[in-house]
């Protein structure tokens, strides 16, 4: 059974950092891409910073500069690193694992508040 388990979510200031962790099990092809994504209350799920599966990243571009994602493949866990945070930062965050063709599939977390107050 695959599982993408989220967390390092929290409360923090403006200007205040948090660290995200996805660990994933159960995984039996590498993901094309992996990565996170966040939904705010009212608005579109959307992509912050993902992994291609030939290592490069992509970012949104309200967090190029401030977020860092990141993996350590023996642990099968991607983080996302976010400093200098924002209001407009909160959301929830999920992590995505994604694989088109034959064997593809589309995994999502169950999801970890990230809420920055001003």
């Known amino acids: 059974q695959v599982q993408l388990v989220e967390s390092g979510g929290g409360l923090v200031q403006a200007g205040g950092s948090l660290r995200l962790s996805c660990a994933a099990s159960?995984?039996?092809?590498?993901?094309?891409?992996m990565g996170w994504y966040r939904q705010a209350p009212g608005k579109q799920r959307e992509m912050v910073a993902t992994?291609?599966?030939?290592?490069?990243?992509n970012y949104a571009d309200s967090v190029k500069g401030r977020f860092t994602i990141s993996r350590d493949n023996a642990k099968n866990t991607v983080y996302l690193e976010m400093n200098s945070l924002k209001p407009e930062d909160t959301a929830v965050y999920y992590c995505?694992?994604?694989?088109?063709?034959?064997?593809?599939?589309?995994?999502w977390g169950q999801g970890t508040q990230v809420t920055v107050s001003s």
């Open positions: 159960g995984i039996i092809f590498s993901p094309n891409t």
């Open positions: 995505n694992a994604k694989r088109p063709g034959y064997f593809r599939y589309d995994y």
């Open positions: 992994f291609t599966s030939g290592g490069s990243t």
